[in-house]
Every structure is written in structure tokens, then in C-alpha cells.
């Protein structure tokens, strides 16, 4: 096993964690993320549901802000662990709004993991959301 394998299950591992806090009484859906910072630190976020929906904010939003809210906005992987209540997906991919929140801090070759910790898959941000919204574009 490689150290970036081992990287990431570790990270895996935080976001598994992570999604232990998730707030979702109305989708069951629980999701945890783990966002790993170029100095080595994680920030962790789950999701939490609003009986507005639109209220609701995903886990990887909630990483993001957290780290950003702590004037951290230099980033080099995040992982993704969800499903059901009770039972752990396969393959839980961020939604259209985190990938673009995720645009806005992250170059397009940002290792996005994706899976369980004990087998998960790596995708770059870039692969998830071709042709980008940015910064750059205004």
C-alpha cells in the first residue's frame, strides 16, 4: 500500500467518522467529508437537513466553510462516506452546489474520494465537473 493510499483511507476513515454527527431525520441519507488541508490538517463536515429543504447544507459544504471560517483555503483531497441510515453506499458522489463550492478553492485535479474506507475509488473535481464555473471566468 502506497502512503497516498494510505492517505486516504485515513481520510476516509475522518469522513466515516464525521458522518456518525449527521442531522438528517427527513432523507435518513447521512453523509460524512473530510477535507484535507496542504498542511496536513482535516476539516470535517456532515450533512444537516432543514425541514425547509432548502435550508439543508451537505457535508462537504459544511468542510469547506469550516475550513474557509478559519481562513484555510488551500486544499489537496477530500473524501466522501454516505447512505442510508444504518448502511454505508458504495459510491456517494457530491451534489451540482458542493462541486461548484469546491471549484471555487480547488484546482480541477483535486483528488476527490469516493466510496468506503475499506474500498474507495479517487476522481479529480475536474472528472466530476467539467467546464467549470470560476473565478477565473468573471
Known amino acids: 500500500m502506497t502512503d497516498k493510499t494510505n492517505s486516504y483511507s485515513?481520510?476516509?476513515?475522518a469522513a466515516a467518522r464525521a458522518r456518525e454527527f449527521s442531522y438528517s431525520p427527513y432523507s435518513g441519507f447521512?453523509?460524512?467529508?473530510?477535507?484535507?488541508?496542504?498542511?496536513?490538517?482535516?476539516?470535517t463536515g456532515c450533512n444537516v437537513e432543514n425541514a425547509g429543504l432548502s435550508a439543508t447544507n451537505c457535508a462537504e459544504r459544511t468542510a469547506v466553510f469550516k475550513a474557509v471560517s478559519e481562513g484555510v483555503r488551500d486544499f489537496?483531497?477530500?473524501?466522501?462516506?454516505?447512505?442510508?441510515?444504518?448502511?454505508v453506499s458504495p459510491f456517494c458522489a457530491p451534489c451540482g452546489?458542493?462541486?461548484?463550492?469546491?471549484?471555487?478553492f480547488?484546482?480541477?485535479?483535486?483528488?476527490v474520494i469516493l466510496g468506503?474506507?475499506?474500498?474507495?475509488?479517487?476522481?479529480?473535481?475536474?472528472?466530476?465537473?467539467?467546464?467549470?464555473f470560476t473565478p477565473a471566468d468573471l
Open 97 to 104: 452546489v458542493c462541486r461548484q463550492v469546491l471549484a471555487e
Open 116 to 132: 468506503t474506507p475499506q474500498a474507495f475509488k479517487v476522481y479529480t473535481l475536474g472528472e466530476l465537473l467539467p467546464f467549470s
Open 76 to 87: 489537496s483531497a477530500i473524501a466522501v462516506v454516505g447512505g442510508r441510515r444504518g448502511e
Open 30 to 43: 447521512c453523509v460524512g467529508a473530510a477535507l484535507l488541508t496542504s498542511d496536513g490538517r482535516i476539516f
Open 10 to 13: 485515513s481520510l476516509m476513515e
Open 106 to 111: 480547488c484546482a480541477p485535479d483535486l483528488p
